[in-house]
T-cell receptor, first 116, second 112 residues
Framework: GDSVTQMEGPVTLSEEAFLTINCTYTATGYPSLFWYVQYPGEGLQLLLKATKADDKGSNKGFEATYRKETTSFHLEKGSVQVSDSAVYFC???????????????FGQGTRLTINP | SQTIHQWPATLVQPVGSPLSLECTVEGTSNPNLYWYRQAAGRGLQLLFYSVGIGQISSEVPQNLSASRPQDRQFILSSKKLLLSDSGFYLCALIPGTGGGYTFGSGTRLTVV
């Protein structure tokens, strides 16, 4: 079945450092790709998404490009802040064949800590 | 705008006790609803999804069950909790704001 693999955490960086969190996927068909962020004690929030190859999703200074040739959707940010400390999840959309419902398949999450 | 209400926010239950977690939705009609669990240090696991009232599909075998008695209500239940049921339970819906899912704020369950 479809799957998502993220780089293992935790990742610890200093403020203003460059961030990359790797994400690769395996899927049949052409899924949409997502990054979600989970701040401490909270649910997940959609950070950005891309729905087709070569699309670039961006939000709050974060970017990710849908690379079909490398089956990747790496998350990047040029200068991180302490407030970016959270767990980041890469996900792809998948179609449940029964009833045609859609579901998301998540990676295991990467915990990011930014030190001042 | 869409809102998902989950309660309680935290719950501590003894092994063998029953469980009922409720999720209610506002700002949308006829959504697909989902229950996910996040175990400590692990990713998200899809437990159940529902495309309509009374329609439930289970993704993994377990001692949990789900019900959808109303269009905007999704309930997760157990008759007897196990230690392994501890985790962070998230309710979600599609279509969500901005695409993908909208998630609730979650319930942290600790089984002792």
């Amino acid at each position: 079945g479809d799957s998502v693999t993220q780089m293992e955490g935790p990742v610890t960086l200093s403020e203003e450092a460059f961030l990359t969190i790797n994400c690769t996927y395996t899927a049949t068909g052409y899924p949409s790709l997502f990054w979600y962020v989970q701040y401490p004690g909270e649910g997940l929030q959609l950070l950005l998404k891309a729905t087709k190859a070569d699309d670039k999703g961006s939000n709050k200074g974060f970017e990710a490009t849908y690379r079909k040739e490398t089956t990747s959707f790496h998350l990047e940010k040029g200068s991180v802040q302490v407030s970016d400390s959270a767990v980041y999840f890469c996900a792809l959309s998948d179609s449940i064949r029964v009833w045609g419902a859609q579901k998301l398949v998540f990676g295991q999450g990467t915990r990011l800590t930014i030190n001042p | 705008s869409q809102t998902i209400h989950q309660w309680p926010a935290t719950l501590v239950q003894p092994v063998g006790s029953p469980l009922s977690l409720e999720c209610t939705v506002e700002g949308t009609s006829n959504p697909n609803l989902y229950w996910y669990r996040q175990a400590a240090g692990r990713g998200l696991q899809l437990l159940f999804y529902s495309v309509g009232i009374g329609q439930i599909s289970s993704e993994v075998p377990q001692n949990l069950s789900a019900s959808r008695p109303q269009d905007r209500q999704f309930i997760l239940s157990s008759k007897k909790l196990l230690l392994s049921d501890s985790g962070f339970y998230l309710c979600a819906l599609i279509p969500g704001t901005g695409g993908g899912y909208t998630f609730g704020s979650g319930t942290r369950l600790t089984v002792v």
